[in-house]
C-alpha cells in the first residue's frame, strides 16, 4: 500500500505532468518526467489561478512563491467590444481572500513547479519523443524515438491533447472543430493597468486580457467564429493584421492593444470528449491520465491549468494511502464529474460571449440589471467551482 519507494514515469513536463511529479515525490515515489522538448519552456501566455487551484499550490508549499511570481486579481470586467462600456463586474477579492485569484505567465509557473520538483528528487529528462505507448503487456511499455524504453510501475500519461497515453487506453478519437479559432499574444503593458481580466464581447468573437509580471505584460487572447479549419497547434504564427481585421469594430481601448501585435499565435479549438477510461491496471503495474489528457476544455472558462492541479493533488493523494488498483478507480471517480461540469461551464461561456443582434441586447440588459439589484449574484453562480479545495479531506 501506498506509492513510497515505487517507481514512477511521468510523460509530459507541462503543468500537470510536473504538478503531478511533485506530488507523488513528496509522498516518497522515485519520479522520472519524460519531455520531449530540449528544455524546460512554454511559450509566453497567460494564466489565471483561480483560488480551487491557488489551494493546491499552497498545498505543494508554494503559496509564497506564488504570491511573489503573479498579480493578485481584483474582478473580472465583462465590457460591450464595441464601445468598451462594462455590462458586468466581478468581484474577484471576496473569492477566499487567503487564497485569492493570480494572473501568472505560464512560464512562470512552469519554473516554479519544475525547480520544486527537482528539488524533491525527481528526474527530468529531455529530448525523449515519445513513439509508443503500449499497455497490452504485464507493464507499461513507453519507447522514445531515440530507441529508449521505459517499464514502470506506474505509467502517467500528462501528454496533453494527443496523448498517446489517453489513446492506449481509450482508442483514438477524433476531435471536432468548434468553428472557433484563437490568437495568443503578450504585448506591453501600460502604467498601473488594474489587475483585472477584462473580456470584451462582440458578434462572434470576444477578447480577454489581464496584465503579467508586475504589469509589464499584457496577456491577449482573442478568439473569431469561422468556418475555415485551423490546426490545432500551438506553434502556428499568423500575420497580426487578420487579428486586426477580425476586431476592427471593437473600441479604440481595444485597438490600442492590437496596434503593438507584431506576429500573434493562432490555433484551432476542438472539442475532445472527456476519456472514458482514466486508468488500466495490468498484472505488475498501472497507467493513468490526467490533465488535458483525460478532459480537454475549451478556454472559455480559464480552468486548464487548475483543473490539471487538482487532479495532480488527489491522485497523488489516493495512491500514497491506497492500494493502486483503488486509488485509480477512486481518483477518476471523484473527478471525472467534476471535470465533466467544468468543460460544459466553458462550453458555455463561449456561446454566451458571442451572442447578437437582438439577444445580445437583451442580454446584457438583464446582466446590468442583475449586477444593480444582487452584484455578488453572477459570481456565486461560480461557488462550486471557485470555492472548491481538493486538498481538504472531504472535498
Request: proline share 5%.
Amino acid at each position: 500500500m501506498g506509492i513510497a519507494g515505487q517507481q514512477v514515469t511521468v510523460i509530459g513536463a507541462g503543468v500537470a505532468g510536473l504538478a503531478v511529479s511533485l506530488a507523488l515525490a513528496q509522498n516518497g515515489a522515485e519520479v522520472t518526467v519524460l519531455e520531449q522538448a530540449d528544455a524546460i519552456r512554454e511559450v509566453g501566455a497567460g494564466l489565471q489561478i483561480s483560488p480551487n487551484a491557488a489551494c493546491v499550490l499552497q498545498a505543494f508549499g508554494l503559496g509564497e512563491a506564488l504570491n511573489a511570481l503573479s498579480l493578485r486579481a481584483q474582478a473580472v470586467e465583462l465590457c460591450d467590444g464595441r464601445n468598451g462600456k462594462q455590462v458586468l463586474r466581478l468581484d474577484l477579492a471576496r473569492l477566499r481572500p487567503h487564497q485569492g485569484y493570480h494572473f501568472v505567465h505560464r512560464a512562470d509557473l512552469i519554473d516554479l513547479l519544475a525547480s520544486a520538483a527537482r528539488a524533491t528528487g525527481v528526474q527530468i529528462k529531455l529530448l525523449q519523443q515519445i513513439e509508443t505507448v503500449d499497455l497490452s503487456g504485464p507493464r507499461p511499455r513507453v519507447t522514445t524515438a531515440t530507441g529508449a524504453e521505459y517499464t514502470p510501475s506506474l505509467l502517467i500519461g500528462a501528454d496533453g491533447l494527443h496523448s498517446k497515453t489517453r489513446a492506449a487506453l481509450n482508442g483514438k478519437v477524433a476531435p471536432f472543430f468548434t468553428r472557433h479559432v484563437a490568437w495568443r499574444t503578450l504585448i506591453r503593458c501600460e502604467p498601473n493597468a488594474a489587475p483585472v481580466a477584462e473580456i470584451h464581447m462582440g458578434a462572434g468573437r470576444h477578447l480577454v486580457s489581464y496584465p503579467l509580471r508586475g504589469g509589464t505584460l499584457r496577456n491577449i487572447v482573442a478568439v473569431e467564429e469561422r468556418n475555415t479549419w485551423v490546426p490545432e497547434s500551438w506553434s502556428l504564427r499568423d500575420d497580426a493584421s487578420s487579428m486586426r481585421q477580425a476586431f476592427a469594430g471593437f473600441s479604440p481601448r481595444v485597438q490600442s492593444w492590437l496596434d503593438q501585435v507584431q506576429e500573434p499565435y493562432l490555433w484551432g479549438l476542438f472539442r475532445h470528449p472527456v476519456a472514458k477510461t482514466w486508468s488500466k491496471t495490468l498484472p505488475e503495474a498501472a497507467a493513468v491520465i490526467l490533465g488535458d489528457a483525460a478532459h480537454p476544455m475549451l478556454p472559455f472558462l480559464a480552468q486548464g491549468a487548475a483543473m490539471a492541479l487538482e487532479d495532480a493533488w488527489l491522485l497523488a493523494h489516493h495512491l500514497s494511502r491506497l492500494p493502486v488498483p483503488q486509488a485509480l478507480t477512486a481518483y477518476q471517480t471523484q473527478r471525472a464529474p467534476r471535470s465533466a461540469r467544468v468543460v460544459a461551464a466553458a462550453n458555455g461561456n463561449a456561446r454566451a460571449y458571442h451572442l447578437s443582434g437582438v439577444q445580445r441586447s437583451v442580454a446584457h440588459a438583464g446582466l446590468r440589471l442583475g449586477n444593480l439589484i444582487a452584484p455578488n449574484l453572477a459570481l456565486k453562480r461560480f461557488d462550486w467551482l471557485y470555492d472548491y479545495d481538493v486538498t481538504r479531506s472531504d472535498a
